[in-house]
T-cell receptor
Framework: ETGVTQTPRHLVMGMTNKKSLKCEQHLGHNAMYWYKQSAKKPLELMFV???????ENNSVPSRFSPECPNSSHLFLHLHTLQPEDSALYLC?????????????FGPGTRLTVL | AQTVTQSQPEMSVQEAETVTLSCTYDTSESNYYLFWYKQPPSRQMILVIRQEAYKQQNATENRFSVNFQKAAKSFSLKISDSQLGDTAMYFCAFRAGNDMRFGAGTRLTVKP
């Protein structure tokens, strides 16, 4: 289970802090995703990148800023977050964007906003 | 908009028994894919099984099989011969084009 790695695994931040989540995939995939997983709620797709280009932004607030410098790395920059942003943030990658391209997930970053 | 509903927040099953997890969805799309994902307590989510909507035959992967009822928009997961390692959250998901939706999940506990 080391194909997709995420750091840090746990993060606690204040509402005025700026932090970044990092995702790295070692699978040679071209597509990467950020998901938000809140307790007892469906997994929410936040952003999709394909060949470093953003293809989806599902009405995510601007306090979340993604960055994809290359096909292997994906960042989620956080600033001025709210307590309701506390959640598990999952990164995933897939070979392509087709529905038969299996998404491989990382272990997630558990974010707590105080 | 597509929606995915998992009506069973928690379930339990005895080891070696069979359990079925329910999932219903709503869509106006005719071509789509359905998935079941497993998220063990260690948190890394993995794909269990995938079903293409235009295929009538139910998908099967070893002990995991689905009952896909397209007209009823139902997509249940059957786990046979349950094992302790099957304890996890199970998420049903729907995909049409770039739109991917997940259900809220069912927490399954396999008891020894």
């Amino acid at each position: 289970e080391t194909g997709v790695t995420q750091t840090p695994r746990h993060l606690v931040m204040g509402m005025t802090n700026k932090k970044s989540l990092k995702c790295e995939q070692h699978l040679g995939h071209n597509a990467m995703y950020w998901y938000k997983q809140s307790a007892k709620k469906p997994l929410e797709l936040m952003f999709v990148y394909n060949f470093k280009e953003q293809t989806e932004n599902n009405s995510v607030p601007s306090r979340f800023s993604p960055e994809c410098p290359n096909s292997s790395h994906l960042f989620l920059h956080l600033h001025t977050l709210q307590p309701e942003d506390s959640a598990l943030y999952l990164c995933a990658s897939s070979q392509g964007l087709g529905p038969t391209d299996t998404q491989y997930f990382g272990p997630g970053t558990r974010l707590t906003v105080l | 908009a597509q929606t995915v509903t998992q009506s069973q927040p928690e379930m339990s099953v005895q080891e070696a028994e069979t359990v079925t997890l329910s999932c219903t969805y709503d869509t106006s799309e005719s071509n789509y894919y359905l998935f079941w994902y497993k998220q063990p307590p260690s948190r890394q989510m993995i794909l269990v099984i995938r079903q293409e909507a235009y295929k009538q035959q139910n998908a099967t992967e070893n002990r995991f099989s689905v009952n896909f009822q397209k007209a009823a928009k139902s997509f249940s997961l059957k786990i046979s011969d349950s094992q302790l390692g099957d304890t996890a959250m199970y998420f049903c998901a729907f995909r049409a084009g770039n739109d991917m939706r997940f259900g809220a999940g069912t927490r399954l506990t396999v008891k020894p």
